[in-house]
């Protein structure tokens, strides 16, 4: 009898309420991720020759990185390329500024954060997240290439998910640019010195990543990139 009331205390911790309040919590964010995936699609299937941008959103506009990312994403705008940031403040407000002063699309894929409140207004198409995974998927799925300005942990995860998507072979080789020398060689440095000494990776994953400053090196890294992958689509 005391063995029987036990295990019914501890199942009627466990089951669903009775009142169907849980209707409104866990299960039914399924419904709310789905919609997420099929706005993203449905908006952006048109997209093609597309940049992302990743960077921090501390970035100040009067950090030469800010003006950097406007130059960049400005002279791959005027060359056919649309750009992508996450829609938010520094140094993906300064890219989609720039891709605003060319002739090919600004795209925002903006997420609902405490510290960034208000998507940047440099926006021809912005969609909206709230999961972090489904806005992720629409930058993997609509990139031809993924430029990586100083950031932080943000910038961090994109720029390693998407490496190993491509290492992996789960998403097409594509140029990961890193943009900032001084910011990112003690990375490629580790990733030489340790990770591949090591034996973590291969010796053929380090032509992943391309480091530079120069926005002309960048355009031809991806205009190059997109001859060879879908010349059918890239027009200069």
């Known amino acids: 009898m005391i063995k ?28 709310q991720i789905m919609s997420e995936f099929v706005e993203g699609y449905q908006r952006l299937s ?33 060359n056919n390329i649309n750009i992508i940031t996450g829609g938010g403040p520094g140094i993906m407000e300064a890219g989609n500024k720039g891709a605003s002063k060319g002739k090919s699309l600004s795209i925002g894929l903006n997420i609902q954060l405490p510290f960034e409140l208000l998507n940047n207004p440099h926006q021809d198409i912005a969609v909206n997240f709230k999961f972090f995974f489904s806005r992720k998927s629409m930058f993997i799925k609509h990139s031809s290439a993924i430029i990586c300005m100083p ?56 032509n992943i990543f391309h480091l530079t400053d120069d926005p002309q090196t960048i355009l031809k890294i991806i205009q190059d990139h997109l001859k060879k992958t879908s010349p059918e689509k890239f027009q200069f």
């Open 151 to 206: 950031g932080g942990f943000g910038t961090l995860d994109e720029l390693f998910e998407i490496a190993t998507l491509i290492q992996t072979q789960k998403k097409n080789p594509m140029p990961i640019i890193l943009v900032g020398i001084k910011y990112w060689s003690g990375l490629i440095d580790w990733i030489k010195n340790t990770m591949l000494t090591e034996g973590k990776i291969s010796k053929p994953d380090l």
């Open 46 to 78: 048109h997209i093609n020759n597309s940049v992302s941008i990743f960077g921090s959103a501390r970035t100040s506009e009067s950090n030469p990185e800010y003006k950097l990312a406007i130059d960049i994403a400005e002279l791959l705008s005027q």
């Open 4 to 31: 029987n009331q036990t295990r019914e205390k501890m199942h009627k911790n466990i089951l669903p309420p009775s009142d169907n309040s849980t209707l409104n919590t866990d299960p039914w964010k399924i419904f």
